[in-house]
């Protein structure tokens, strides 16, 4: 999905522009800005739904709708606003919508079957809240820390200590030591 308007280069191919810079590209209709946002954030988007147990179809449906909401949206967002975190709330709420919706649709007698040996229903509120619980945590903390333990942890191309040390600009033995500190910072936020 490339928005209309011409191909202009935002930055050198190997640097890693702020989210605030590829918002003011996208605005002119820069579709490279545009590609390098997608690049950036589709398995983050993607991954949400997946989490909340919906197949790869209902995944790929709910992230073209964030990311056309992105688009529809791209002169409303604030120059500093967390970009990620905008798109998790928006896909989580497509995710909660599609989630709504099948729970008002009629259930057939095999999965009435299912259903009572198996208690998924269960397992899936478990999982909405423990998501919930862990999104709210990770917007407690800094944004240091929310960067690293996404990049490590929610990301699903799974970046390398490189990539990652590159994009937040700091040194890649620090990872480790920062992950723990970031770790036990967010524990104290959750209270567990």
């Known amino acids: 999905m490339n928005p209309p308007g011409p191909t202009e280069r935002t930055t050198s191919p190997?640097?890693?522009?702020?989210?605030?810079?590829?918002?003011?590209?996208?605005?002119?209709?820069?579709?490279?800005?545009?590609?390098?946002?997608?690049?950036?954030?589709?398995?983050?988007?993607?991954?949400?739904?997946?989490?909340?147990?919906?197949?790869?179809?209902?995944?790929?449906?709910?992230?073209?709708?964030?990311?056309?909401?992105?688009?529809?949206?791209?002169?409303?967002?604030?120059?500093?606003?967390?970009?990620?975190?905008?798109?998790?709330?928006?896909?989580?709420?497509?995710?909660?919508?599609?989630?709504?919706?099948?729970?008002?649709?009629?259930?057939?007698?095999?999965?009435?079957?299912?259903?009572?040996?198996i208690p998924s229903h269960q397992n899936e509120i478990e999982r909405w809240e423990l998501v919930e619980w862990l999104h709210r945590g990770l917007s407690l903390i800094g944004e240091r820390c929310r960067s690293l333990l996404t990049a490590l942890y929610f990301e699903a191309d799974e970046p390398s200590y490189a990539e990652i040390a590159q994009r937040l600009g700091i040194a890649e033995g620090s990872i480790g030591p920062t992950r723990a500190r970031c770790l036990k910072r967010l524990q104290e936020m959750l209270g567990s």
Do not use: M
């Open 14 to 117: 190997g640097a890693q522009p702020s989210d605030s810079v590829l918002l003011a590209a996208c605005r002119t209709g820069d579709a490279q800005a545009w590609q390098r946002l997608l690049d950036k954030y589709e398995r983050l988007v993607y991954s949400i739904p997946l989490n909340y147990g919906l197949s790869a179809d209902d995944a790929a449906d709910i992230s073209q709708l964030v990311f056309t909401a992105l688009l529809e949206g791209l002169d409303g967002l604030q120059e500093d606003s967390n970009l990620g975190g905008w798109l998790a709330l928006v896909t989580r709420r497509q995710t909660w919508r599609v989630l709504r919706r099948r729970k008002r649709e009629p259930v057939d007698k095999l999965d009435e079957v299912t259903s009572e040996l």
